[in-house]
């Protein structure tokens, strides 16, 4: 079992930027692939980047490729999510998720663990 905890959402100007970062508890958290994934008002959940089980290899996003930057440090049991280059369009409430799967297959179909989502707000 994994629980995960998002913070450090917020308000923030377009160009500006934030860290979110996913807190994880259980032993376990190391083992796996980890990702952050956001839904925007009226619109789908949607994949953002994706991160091994030991930061090796990250996935991301065509829309924050090159702006966002994934990353995790094991012996915090966290995961974080640095945002610069905010634009409006990146509007939404975040969530981090933990699978027992590769870091493609996460984030095609999510993962089996979900925390409660930040909110991020951009305004132009």
């Known amino acids: 079992q994994v629980q995960l905890v998002e913070t450090g959402g917020g308000l923030v100007q377009a160009g500006g930027s934030l860290r979110l970062s996913c807190a994880a508890s259980g032993r376990t958290f190391s083992s796996y692939a980890m990702g952050w994934f956001r839904q925007a008002p009226g619109k789908e959940r949607e994949f953002v980047a994706t991160?091994?089980?030991?930061?090796?290899?990250?996935y991301y996003a065509d829309s924050v490729k090159g702006r966002f930057t994934i990353s995790r440090d094991n012996a915090k049991n966290t995961m974080y999510l640095q945002m610069n280059s905010l634009k409006p369009e990146d509007t939404a409430v975040y969530y981090c998720a933990a699978g027992d799967s590769d870091i493609i297959t996460i984030a095609t179909m999510g993962g089996g663990y979900w925390g409660q989502g930040t909110q991020v707000t951009v305004s132009s």
């Open positions: 991160i091994s089980w030991n930061g090796g290899s990250t």
